[in-house]
């Protein structure tokens, strides 16, 4: 994984988030040296690590923004992906739930925004229908718009699989590596100015997502674009205790798509998102007024919720621009930007890729590499690139069967370390070594699910240390839950002296 | 007359004691619901005693510490004496529990023993 | 070792709860016992616990945990118990089978006569007491602390805020404390302590470490690492009061909020709950709602004494050992009937021996092929045969019927199955 400094590339991605892997994952059809840069310690931390793991159908977006023509056209694209990058997918359709007579008129209005932006498979179900297929909705409900072609997925294995099928194609992944600056040779960019040294490139895209304004600045393109964090709070519940199966969106609003209730791959239901608008782009703090409004905003869709069940929460930021509107005319100005921009060259800039992003992203990495085609790079397919991401052993959705084979080749797949959610040190392991390799306790924990059940990592947290520290070859005090910084150790039990207390 | 008073640790009932004094003598225990209450109490106003318990390290142990206790419960003002002392103690496996790892520690005529078994890492 | 097929109880954990149902299961005349423990040894969470104040009542004496363990575990070990450590049990079904995971063994099968659950409990969270602010490292349950403390021997942490006033905080602020970390604060939001009043004394009161009843956390802070918390005073309704807010720098959160019944097994089992405990409804056996399967100790009820955890496990395992002995005797009654020359299959498939003793049964069978001569059809015990009458011809097409009498129940007592044959008498 160590590049030496000054590397040449042909193409180098800055950001390691979905739409950054799922662009390194197109490019690495091609011919070329590809580097994809992250400054975290994992890649898919930002954005990509906290948002509501949904395909959006594509009725929300207005029409005539870039948001509604990627999020319709990449939709399609999710189930071919799904298999050739093995990530856990399901078209289980999605429902815009009206409650009271009052919303009705907007959730009708929806579905003809859908129509218009060419949304397949809509259609309203009637109060009656939508109480059959979800128990527990608010009985208050008065109809629904049910799109078929809504999907869940995992976004981190998303990512993490969109990578890996690049490395596996031969590109170079490179963790805990910053965006510094740009390096120039007229008005042309050739490469970027890293905490660990200098990479040249022929192209540089800009995928820095909550970061991609003072990318774009750094290359003196709209200079007035500016990214403003949009704040999602989130609540996980047991799934042994509280069981939706269904996707369910409340009303929008001019705040966003309101807070959901929906069920996960992982059967676990999520709340949330709220979705105000904040400063700070590291603030990923969950707040008490949120607790609060996220609860209220799920007890209009599910009465009965109860947040004595809810076993963690997380907060997302999305990366709201003030991007104007891709078709000239119309009043809209959050709107996605992807361009070649004409006053620099070898240089792809996309800024404001917030929600519908993780769905769009697929569509996304298709453009870029149109748009560069159409700035005259010339491609040259590889004759020996390898679609297949191959997909590695869950342990928990295994059957008896297969779980005596997998033991049987390998006994550290016996060895369960995740109690809740049945992870085994032979997924650990498989981890820790894969081709995009997950170092810190989180980057395991993303991948496996491990330590996200009811006991919240209480019994599996030093065994997974113990793992990392063997396996990395290094001392336990090195390891950490999410990069520099975030150790867990200080110190052995009986070296007082080494303890630094005031 | 004097009152001083405790919470009795001599079990997990947690009796609120009354130890009246009369200079440097316990004339009267109240509160107490059995004799171990009392025992307490008169040691608690004279001179507090506790049990402890911690660890030593064993280099080539199945676990890199030992857990130890004192048989017996020690002057409270010694406990962090007697830690250092502990601190200090390197042992091998494999160990029996109860085995003695440091006898009278520091003079107070209690020992510190094993709390349990510990093999050798294999 | 060898793991077998069958046990008569099987007993999942090896706290204090598992290893005396263990032992008083095997001293009740339970023959085969296998204890599950998912960790690399036996003795549960009392390996942690080095603290004294375990087995007063039991042993009359007053003894750290692991040394109440080792007592149990050498008692255990003396009578022929079969362990399988580093093992977890992925499924357990109401018929009693159980899936098991081991780093030694493989996947295996198990079937039992009689299960005890003693699954301990587990330490509530953050989540359940939703603490608002920053998700760092640094954060951990008391008893995640523990482990590293007392028994991996590292310390997570310098200086520590305990939120909460259970029994393992306290603990675990003299534990930290007497190797030279700090413990700045202990905070409880109840208006009361919530464990026992000997911990306040020895653990907090000894030591100084301040201890605020009616406060709670405001805000964690720190993004990778806890830097520090924000403490704040609540009224009666748990609502923070404006004005008492107060950072308190630190590099580590302690947890001790309380602990929870683990039960993701016996919901498996069809084990119904109790939503006050969260753990089994059980009898005074501690049999739970499914027949043969039983609880014991923390899995059933958080208890504050671990002797009456083994108290309960005693019960446990009599009771268990009790029931598998009557299935074992049930099953022992019955033997098997199996078809031979020529016999496609028979109904019944089992014979219950005792039941030939209240009147006629009457076999049913097919035979393979036709034989179109004078035939035998007869019944076989291990060594002699039982019955045997003629039959002038037999064909697939039309059932066989052989029927058993009372009086041949002294020679079916003897035998350990049933042999059917269907043969022409020129072949006898």
């Known amino acids: 994984m160590e590049a030496s400094v000054q590397e040449k590339y042909d193409y180098i991605v800055i950001g390691g988030g979905v739409v950054g892997a799922m662009i390194a994952r197109w490019l690495s059809r091609y011919e070329g040296r590809l580097l994809l840069i992250e400054k975290e310690a994992d890649i898919g931390m930002g954005c990509s690590s906290a948002n509501t793991a949904i395909v959006h159908a594509g009725y929300d977006p207005l029409p005539g923004s870039l948001k509604a023509l990627m999020n319709v056209r990449a939709n399609p694209m999710w189930d071919q992906l799904a298999g050739e990058l093995n990530f856990p997918f399901e078209r289980r ?104 040294g200098d990479f040249y490139a022929r192209w540089v895209i800009n995928s820095a997502g909550i970061y991609s304004d003072a990318v774009m600045h750094k290359a003196g393109v709209r200079p007035e674009f500016i990214i403003k964090p949009r704040k999602g709070e989130y609540f996980i519940f047991d799934r042994a205790e509280v069981q939706i199966h269904n996707v369910l969106f409340p009303v929008p609003s001019s705040r966003g798509k309101g807070i959901l209730v929906t069920g996960t791959l992982h059967e676990n239901t999520i709340v949330g998102p709220n979705g105000n608008v904040i400063d700070d782009k590291e603030d990923t703090s969950m707040t008490k007024e949120g607790m609060d409004e996220l609860l209220d905003g799920a007890k209009k869709l599910i009465p009965s919720l109860n947040l004595r069940h809810s076993i963690a929460n997380f907060v997302g930021l999305r990366p709201m621009g003030n991007g104007p509107c891709y078709t000239p005319g119309i009043n809209y100005n959050n709107d996605y930007v992807i361009e070649v921009p004409s006053s620099v060259q070898g240089f792809v800039n996309l800024g404001g890729i917030e929600s519908p992003g993780l769905t769009s992203a697929p569509a996304i990495a298709e453009m870029v590499v149109d748009l560069m085609k159409d700035a005259g790079e010339e491609f040259v397919a590889k004759k020996d690139w390898d679609p297949i991401r191959p997909g590695r052993p869950r342990y928990a959705h295994m059957t008896h069967q297969e779980r005596k084979l997998l033991c049987d080749m390998d006994p550290r797949y016996a060895r369960v370390i995740c109690r809740c959610e049945n992870v085994t040190e032979g997924e650990i392991v498989a981890e820790i070594h894969a081709p995009v390799p997950a170092h810190t306790y989180d980057a395991i924990k993303r991948r496996t699910w491990l330590g996200t059940g009811r006991c919240q990592a209480g019994f599996d947290m030093t065994r997974v240390v113990a793992i990392l520290a063997r396996e990395l070859g290094v001392s336990p005090f090195e390891i950490t839950k999410r990069g520099q910084g975030s150790e867990y150790l200080y110190r052995t039990t009986k070296d007082v002296e080494v303890a630094n207390v005031n | 007359m004097e009152e001083r008073n405790y919470i009795c640790t001599a079990c997990p009932m947690g009796c609120k004691l009354i130890v009246r004094m009369e200079g440097d003598e316990v004339v009267k225990i109240l509160g107490n619901r059995c004799r ?19 660890t030593v390290r064993v280099p080539n142990g199945f676990h890199p510490l030992l857990p130890v206790y004192t048989k017996g419960s020690i002057p409270k003002r010694k406990i962090l004496e007697v830690l250092e002392k502990i601190r200090d103690v390197e042992v091998m496996a494999p160990i029996k529990a109860e085995d003695v790892i440091i006898a009278n520690v520091i003079g107070t005529g209690v020992d510190v023993i094993a709390s349990r078994d510990m093999p050798a890492k294999n | 070792m060898l793991i077998k097929k069958q046990y008569d109880v099987v007993v999942i954990g090896s706290g204090p709860g598992g290893l005396a149902a263990a032992i008083d299961a095997k001293k009740s005349g339970a023959d085969d016992i296998l204890v599950i423990e998912r960790d690399v040894e036996l003795g549960g969470i009392l390996l942690q616990c080095i603290h004294n104040g375990f087995g007063l009542q039991t042993f009359k004496e007053d003894l750290p945990g692991p040394e109440y363990a080792q007592r149990y575990i050498n008692e255990a070990r003396t009578l022929g118990i079969t362990f399988l450590m580093d093992t977890m049990v992925m499924d357990v079904t109401s018929q009693r089978r159980l899936y098991l995971s081991s780093r030694d063994f493989g996947y295996l099968e198990v079937d039992a006569h009689a299960i005890v659950l003693a699954m301990g409990c587990r330490e509530r969270t953050r989540a359940q007491v939703r603490l608002p602010g920053y998700r760092p490292n640094g954060v951990f349950t008391a008893g995640t602390a523990q482990r590293w403390v007392n028994v991996e021997g590292y310390m997570p942490g310098n200086k520590f805020v305990i939120l909460g006033s259970g029994d393992i905080g306290m603990i675990m602020a003299r534990r930290l404390t007497f190797e030279g970390a700090h413990v700045e604060r202990v905070l409880e939001i109840q208006s009361y302590l919530s464990g026992l009043s000997r911990n306040y004394v020895q653990c907090l009161e000894d030591w100084g470490i301040p201890l605020q009843l009616n406060h709670t956390i ?55 709950l109790d939503p006050v405990t969260g753990g089994p409804f059980v009898d005074e056996h501690f049999q739970t709602s499914v027949p043969g399967i039983f609880a014991a100790g923390n899995v059933v009820h958080v208890y504050d004494l671990v002797d009456y955890v083994s108290m309960a496990g005693s019960e446990a395992g009599r009771s268990a050992a009790e029931f598998a002995l009557a299935e074992k005797a049930r099953a022992a009654r019955y033997i098997p009937l199996v078809p031979g020359k020529n016999v496609r299959y028979i109904v019944p498939h089992k014979l219950d021996k005792k039941a030939l003793e209240k009147g006629d049964i009457s076999l049913q069978m097919r035979v393979t092929r036709p034989i179109e001569e004078d035939v035998w059809l007869e019944v076989r015990g291990d060594e ?21 009498k009372p009086k041949m129940a002294a020679e079916v007592e003897k035998t350990g199955k049933l042999t059917v044959d269907i043969y022409p008498k020129s072949e006898a």
Not at chain 1, 138 to 159: E, H, K, R, Y
Not at chain 1, 161 to 170: K, L, T
């Open chain 1, 93 to 196: 359709g999605d429902y815009v739930v009206a409650i009271g007579e009052e919303e009705l008129p907007l959730v009708e209005k929806l579905l003809q925004q859908g129509i218009q932006n060419g949304v397949p498979g809509m259609m309203m179900i009637d109060a009656g229908e939508m109480r059959s297929r979800e128990r527990d909705i608010n009985p208050d409900v008065s109809g629904a718009l049910w799109a078929t072609t809504g999907g869940i997925c995992d976004p981190f294995q998303v990512t993490v699989a969109a990578a890996e099928n690049a490395v596996i194609n031969g590109a170079t992944v490179l963790l805990n590596t910053k965006f510094e600056d740009f390096i120039w040779e007229g008005n042309r960019v050739i490469g970027v100015k890293t905490n660990r």
């Open chain 2, 36 to 54: 171990k209450g009392e025992t307490f109490g008169r040691q608690e106003a004279i001179a507090p005693q506790r049990m402890l318990a911690s």
């Open chain 3, 218 to 272: 405001k805000k964690i802070m720190g993004k990778n690492r806890v830097e520090a918390i924000e403490a704040v005073a609540v009224d009666e309704k748990w609502n923070f009061i404006p004005g008492t807010e107060e950072v308190i720098p630190c590099d580590t959160l302690l947890l001790s909020v309380g602990l929870i019944p683990e039960n993701e097994l016996s919901k498996k089992a069809g084990v119904a």
């Open chain 3, 384 to 404: 002699n045969s039982i019955v045997r009458r003629s039959e002038r011809y037999v064909r697939p097409g039309e059932m066989v019927t052989i029927v058993l």
